[in-house]
């Protein structure tokens, strides 16, 4: 029996030779391998490699999403942080942020933070600024944040606003941030309300936003309020201070999205495709039925305001509304006649019988028309929206009513306590709504929602707020004061665009935010 060659013996060693090689090398690299990770964990190293970060301990990386994002966004010990968002398709990384530890830190907590799973939110690395309390963090709110835990990010000693808040108590404070637009980016504007447009020199009423005590409303955010909207319609009816708040939010969202216009002579209508949601206007002065005909002794051709009956040019439209806000108040100051019940019992500017005794003013008119109106809109078997009531608006025509003298020129900021001008005629028309309301939904039978959007004691501070003598492009207008101290031709009433009639929105928006959830749950 033949053992074997040797040429064949030969052969081993060659075979072997690689073998042992290879198992060397593995072991140098085994031993070297765990030398570093006793120095630092590899997955430190590979996570830094991926999302172009060292420290790996600030991604919080979720099986259940495909995106991860920070959550201990800041941290009032340290003075800088690196914020990152990171996706599979896309990282982002922020510079790092000075925080002054000693002040309080300001996040625009206007903003709210929408906790919708697998979207993130974008970082605009460029405007990351030093966080005191005149400067904020630009963040690109197109986008969402999933945090992952169902409950709203805070980053401020604030909470941002819930049913729990009062946000008609607080105070107007200057932001930095500036307005929600300009008025050159609003094609909708009316010329009236177009204050820099027509040559007024100062823009800090522009710049101030309103703080509640206890809260932060949140900056109007256009693109979530369209979501909010969605497949929905919101209607503005009443007055020309309707049509300036319409307008203010029409020049909002339009710096996200241009409307189609569907609107006629009877309706402004406008369609934002991207979410079905449609914003409507129809002019309504008194909100309650008005004729013109001759009536008893009330001749033809002055207003007859029927008290006890609702305007019935908008109230076939009210079923199709999902958010209705109504605005009256002001045009009781017009020339008009009063009837309740088929009989004349008042009239403002218009009285030809002095024998014959008025039975209601013009407050306690605005009163039956508001609780009129309430009444109808609650009892309205199809309608089952919600209806906001914008409370009145104060005007600023100090030292007179409009028609006789009455000035707002030269205001630049807002009131403070110690000189805020109480108009008697304000509260009373103010009080005056309140009870109507109260009287008016009392035996509510549908189901409709009712909100009280209670603006004019914030408002009430904005006497700065108003276009004044700059109503108009009329580069020979008289904006000072003649030399015997009369003022010029100007509006009070209305409000600049943009300017603390934008705030309205805000509100609204929260309004709407507040009743949905609680209609939904």
Request: net charge neutral.
């Given at each position: 029996?033949?053992?074997?060659?040797?040429?064949?013996?030969?052969?081993?060693?060659?075979?072997?030779?690689?073998?042992?090689?290879?198992?060397?090398?593995?072991?140098?690299?085994?031993?070297?391998?765990?030398?570093?990770?006793?120095?630092?964990?590899?997955?430190?190293?590979?996570?830094?490699?991926?999302?172009?970060?060292?420290?790996?301990?600030?991604?919080?990386?979720?099986?259940?999403?495909?995106?991860?994002?920070?959550?201990?966004?800041?941290?009032?010990?340290?003075?800088?942080?690196?914020?990152?968002?990171?996706?599979?398709?896309?990282?982002?990384?922020?510079?790092?942020?000075?925080?002054?530890?000693?002040?309080?830190?300001?996040?625009?907590?206007?903003?709210?933070?929408?906790?919708?799973?697998?979207?993130?939110?974008?970082?605009?690395?460029?405007?990351?600024?030093?966080?005191?309390?005149?400067?904020?963090?630009?963040?690109?709110?197109?986008?969402?944040?999933?945090?992952?835990?169902?409950?709203?990010?805070?980053?401020?000693?604030?909470?941002?606003?819930?049913?729990?808040?009062?946000?008609?108590?607080?105070?107007?404070?200057?932001?930095?941030?500036?307005?929600?637009?300009?008025?050159?980016?609003?094609?909708?504007?009316?010329?009236?309300?177009?204050?820099?447009?027509?040559?007024?020199?100062?823009?800090?009423?522009?710049?101030y936003r309103w703080q509640p005590t206890k809260c932060d409303l949140p900056r109007f955010d256009p693109k979530k309020?369209?979501?909010?909207?969605?497949?929905?319609?919101?209607?503005?009816?009443?007055?020309?201070?309707?049509?300036?708040?319409?307008?203010?939010?029409?020049?909002?969202?339009?710096?996200?999205?241009?409307?189609?216009?569907?609107?006629?002579?009877?309706?402004?209508?406008?369609?934002?495709?991207?979410?079905?949601?449609?914003?409507?206007?129809?002019?309504?002065?008194?909100?309650?039925?008005?004729?013109?005909?001759?009536?008893?002794?009330?001749?033809?051709?002055?207003?007859?305001?029927?008290?006890?009956?609702?305007?019935?040019?908008?109230?076939?439209?009210?079923?199709?509304?999902?958010?209705l806000v109504l605005s009256s108040g002001h045009w009781f100051a017009k020339r008009s006649v009063y009837i309740l019940?088929?009989?004349?019992?008042?009239?403002?500017?218009?009285?030809?019988?002095?024998?014959?005794?008025?039975?209601?003013?013009?407050?306690?008119?605005?009163?039956?028309?508001?609780?009129?109106?309430?009444?109808?809109?609650?009892?309205?078997?199809?309608?089952?929206?919600?209806?906001?009531?914008?409370?009145?608006?104060?005007?600023?025509?100090?030292?007179?009513?409009?028609?006789?003298?009455?000035?707002?020129?030269?205001?630049?900021?807002?009131?403070?306590?110690?000189?805020?001008?109480?108009?008697?005629?304000?509260?009373?028309?103010?009080?005056?709504?309140?009870?109507?309301?109260?009287?008016?939904?009392?035996?509510?039978?549908?189901?409709?929602?009712?909100?009280?959007?209670?603006?004019?004691?914030?408002?009430?501070?904005?006497?700065?707020?108003?276009?004044?003598?700059?109503?108009?492009?009329?580069?020979?207008?008289?904006?000072?004061?003649?030399?015997?101290?009369?003022?010029?031709?100007?509006?009070?009433?209305?409000?600049?665009?943009?300017?603390?009639?934008?705030?309205?929105?805000?509100?609204?928006?929260?309004?709407?935010?507040?009743?949905?959830?609680?209609?939904?749950?």
């Amino acid at each position: 029996m033949k053992l074997g060659s040797p040429k064949a013996m030969s052969a081993y060693p060659k075979t072997i030779l690689p073998i042992a090689a290879s198992v060397g090398g593995l072991a140098l690299f085994v031993i070297f391998a765990s030398l570093l990770l006793v120095n630092q964990p590899i997955g430190t190293k590979v996570s830094g490699y991926f999302y172009s970060v060292d420290q790996a301990s600030k991604i919080g990386l979720s099986s259940n999403n495909e995106t991860s994002i920070i959550e201990n966004w800041l941290n009032d010990t340290d003075k800088e942080r690196t914020t990152v968002v990171s996706s599979i398709n896309k990282t982002v990384t922020d510079k790092p942020v000075e925080i002054d530890t000693d002040k309080p830190v300001d996040l625009d907590t206007d903003k709210p933070v929408d906790l919708v799973k697998n979207k993130t939110i974008g970082l605009d690395t460029s405007n990351a600024v030093d966080l005191d309390t005149n400067k904020t963090v630009e963040i690109d709110t197109n986008k969402t944040v999933d945090i992952g835990t169902g409950k709203i990010a805070d980053s401020s000693p604030k909470k941002i606003a819930d049913s729990g808040c009062d946000i008609y108590h607080g105070k107007w404070v200057l932001d930095p941030a500036g307005p929600l637009y300009s008025n050159n980016s609003c094609p909708v504007l009316t010329q009236m309300q177009n204050c820099q447009g027509n040559g007024r020199p100062d823009k800090d009423y522009e710049n101030y936003r309103w703080q509640p005590t206890k809260c932060d409303l949140p900056r109007f955010d256009p693109k979530k309020f369209l979501e909010l909207m969605r497949g929905k319609t919101l209607a503005y009816v009443g007055d020309s201070v309707a049509r300036n708040q319409m307008e203010s939010m029409l020049c909002i969202l339009w710096q996200a999205e241009a409307p189609i216009n569907r609107g006629n002579k009877r309706m402004q209508r406008y369609y934002f495709r991207s979410t079905s949601t449609t914003i409507i206007r129809i002019w309504s002065s008194w909100l309650v039925h008005k004729t013109t005909e001759e009536f008893d002794f009330a001749p033809e051709g002055v207003d007859k305001l029927h008290l006890d009956a609702p305007d019935e040019t908008f109230m076939g439209d009210v079923p199709t509304f999902d958010v209705l806000v109504l605005s009256s108040g002001h045009w009781f100051a017009k020339r008009s006649v009063y009837i309740l019940n088929n009989e004349i019992v008042g009239g403002q500017l218009w009285w030809p019988d002095n024998s014959r005794k008025k039975k209601i003013d013009s407050t306690e008119a605005f009163e039956i028309s508001v609780a009129t109106i309430m009444s109808a809109l609650v009892n309205k078997p199809d309608y089952k929206g919600l209806t906001v009531v914008r409370s009145y608006s104060p005007d600023h025509y100090e030292g007179g009513a409009w028609n006789t003298g009455g000035s707002c020129t030269g205001k630049i900021k807002p009131a403070v306590d110690g000189e805020l001008v109480e108009s008697e005629f304000t509260n009373i028309m103010h009080g005056k709504q309140v009870s109507g309301f109260n009287r008016g939904i009392k035996n509510k039978t549908n189901k409709s929602r009712v909100a009280f959007m209670d603006i004019t004691k914030p408002f009430s501070y904005r006497h700065d707020g108003h276009p004044g003598p700059y109503r108009n492009l009329d580069p020979n207008k008289i904006t000072k004061r003649s030399a015997d101290g009369r003022p010029p031709p100007q509006d009070c009433l209305h409000w600049c665009m943009p300017g603390p009639v934008d705030t309205w929105n805000e509100f609204l928006m929260e309004t709407i935010r507040r009743d949905f959830e609680a209609h939904d749950s």
